[in-house]
């Protein structure tokens, strides 16, 4: 069972929102337009493909931790 991981892209986001939902529940969601903007601004959103099928997902952020560059980690799932 091969498994790629890959950026995510916005052909995907119907299946975030339903990863997220099954999860998270309905209305607990990181809105779809944050996986874009993470890609552009040094964070992650890459996701896990499985014979072109998003299975997971995972959802950072750039911050600042002591003084230190860092990723700050909003949502996995799989």
């Not at 995907?12 to 337009?33: H, R, T, V, Y």
């Not at 890609?39 to 493909?49: E, Q, S, V, W």
């Not at 499985?50 to 230190?68: C, E, M, R, Y």
Request: net charge neutral; aromatic share 8%.
């Amino acid at each position: 069972m091969p498994i790629n991981i890959d950026a995510v892209h916005s052909k995907d986001f119907q299946q975030l929102s339903n990863i997220q939902a099954e999860i998270w529940g309905k209305d607990n969601q990181m809105p779809a337009s944050l996986f874009s903007i993470a890609n552009t601004i040094g964070g992650c959103a890459l996701g896990a493909y499985h014979d072109q099928i998003l299975i997971g997902f995972i959802l950072s952020l750039p911050a600042v931790w002591n003084g230190k560059k860092a990723q700050w980690s909003c949502r996995l799932a799989v």
